[in-house]
């Protein structure tokens, strides 16, 4: 789980700097996120910061009391300059460094996933979301995805074989190519090699009766005459 790497002071330390985009524009008028009345600028800011969404906050700092002076947009698109002159006086002003993820929103992401901001969605949505590596999905990057796999072995086997057969080639592709089946392409190697050469890495799966065994190459297939360069994966065993 990511949070336990956090520090105490991570659940506040979210400041990132903000720089002035537009000066003495109008209200906003239209995506506005929140609206609240500062005596400080630094707490429009702050305000913003809080929001994964904002884009950036407009901000006037001679106002009338109880009157919204802090504006906070998820959008960079305003006509900032559409109204009379009275109405101006504001001041934009925009994020100029990504967001960080607070250490309390931390998702408890599974298999190597970390925990990103995802604003796609829009407002409303949870922005804090797991970022899963090849082979892994679902909320928390706790489901192993079952590769899709043009074998006619494989097929008829529980989707588990598979996903330990992914697991234990350590490849996270969910989508393997097949480049030679002997009851397709024919018994040749030279047929094989055409197929499979400067290929990596491959699987191979073999089927006698009931057993089902193979090899998986790091390397490539290197043609049939430099079969002395071929390396296996160190360590490797006889899938079964």
Not at 189 to 216: E, L, M, Q, R
Request: charged share 20%; glycine share 6%; with cysteine.
């Amino acid at each position: 789980m990511e949070q336990k790497h956090c520090m105490p002071e991570d659940y506040t330390n979210v400041a990132i700097p903000f720089r002035l985009l537009y000066g003495d524009v109008c209200h906003l008028t239209n995506n506005i996120l929140s609206e609240a009345t500062y005596d400080f600028q630094n707490h429009c800011a702050m305000k913003c910061l809080q929001y994964p969404f904002c884009a950036g906050y407009n901000f006037k700092k001679k106002h009338q009391k109880k009157t919204p002076n802090c504006q906070l947009t998820h959008t960079l698109d305003h006509n900032f300059h559409d109204c009379n002159a009275d109405d101006k006086g504001w001041i934009f002003y925009h994020p100029v460094a990504p967001r960080k993820v607070p250490c309390h929103k931390m998702k408890n992401c599974k298999n190597g996933g970390k925990t990103i901001i995802y604003l796609k969605d829009g407002p409303g949505s949870d922005p804090y979301r797991c970022e899963c590596p090849k082979g892994f999905g679902g909320d928390f990057c706790q489901i192993v995805l079952t590769p899709s796999v043009d074998s006619v072995i494989l097929s008829g086997e529980p989707a588990d074989f598979l996903k330990n057969l992914t697991l234990w080639t350590e490849n996270r592709s969910t989508n393997w190519k097949l480049c030679w089946r002997a009851t397709k392409h024919g018994w040749a190697a030279s047929t094989f090699h055409a197929n499979c050469d400067y290929k990596k890495p491959t699987v191979t799966i073999i089927k006698v009766g009931n057993f089902i065994f193979g090899g998986y190459a790091t390397k490539s297939w290197e043609g049939e005459t430099k079969f002395s360069t071929f390396l296996n994966k160190k360590n490797t065993r006889v899938v079964a």
